[in-house]
């Protein structure tokens, strides 16, 4: 089966250790989508990621893999999600209001978005009036669409089975471990390759961002590790509750032994 890797960072060329990738033997071995896709200073959206990923899945010779930990990018290929289009030119218009302006556009165009919308996060209220200026509707009019009550009650556009692995009380020596392996792989090294080279969302991947601070002489390596490692667990975290509210994964009970997860998952998904 080929695989459609869901990991939001595995898309950067150069980033290869931090992002836990695929070796190229192993890739080589079974074809794999979404890994390597563009420069770490270009922009990727998880609108790119369901246009590849669905396009990786229906041309498929048999079922895909869609693998990885980005809760959102996996819905966005199984699901129903419509991504509304953006504009430079408006957002750049909108970024020169001060907030308070801005919080006062929502509410008057969209005062249900606005109970639901952080107005205290710049960014937020901008892409809502973003939306609007964009599409022509109001975030509350699209979350009222057909597709949009589909994603909320999990109806997929495919045929597809899920499981879950959660390492629950193992969580944190995995993530020391993790990245300790990383680092007596050359992570910091590799951050100081490509630290030149990062845009604003490569530049945000765990690991990466605190060890920037390694490479300018800013910060010690064993600050940044503690960082990282916190940061990792806290991703983690967020990722197990964003996954638990899905009613159709089946978790399953974790082993330490790579193959004794994978005979498991085999028999989930092909009963």
Known sequence: AEIVSVDSMQVYRGMDIGTAKPTPAERRRVVHHLIDV?????????????????????????????AGGTGLAMRAIVDPLEFPGSDAGVRAELEQADLAELQDRLVALDPDAADHVDLANPRRVIRALEIHAVGGRTPSERAATPAARAVRTYESLLEFRVVGLDPGAQLESRAVARFDAMLDAGLLEEVERVAPRLGRTAAQ???????????????????????????????????????????????????????????????????
Not at 38 to 66: C, L, N, Y
Not at 225 to 240: E, F, H, K, L, P
Not at 246 to 264: F, G
Request: glycine share 6%.
């Open 38 to 66: 563009v420069d770490p200073g270009e922009d990727f959206s998880v609108a790119d990621t369901q246009r590849i990923g669905r396009a990786a899945v229906a041309a498929a010779p048999g079922p895909a893999i869609i």
């Open 205 to 271: 991947a765990v690991g990466y961002k605190e060890l920037m601070g390694v490479v300018a002489g800013e910060r010690s390596l064993p600050e940044a590790r503690t960082d990282a490692i916190t940061a990792t667990m806290a991703v983690a975290a967020n990722q197990r509750t964003y996954f638990r509210r899905d009613p159709r994964i089946t978790w399953l009970e974790w082993h330490d032994d790579p193959a004794v997860r994978l005979e498991r998952a085999r028999r989930e998904l092909l009963p």
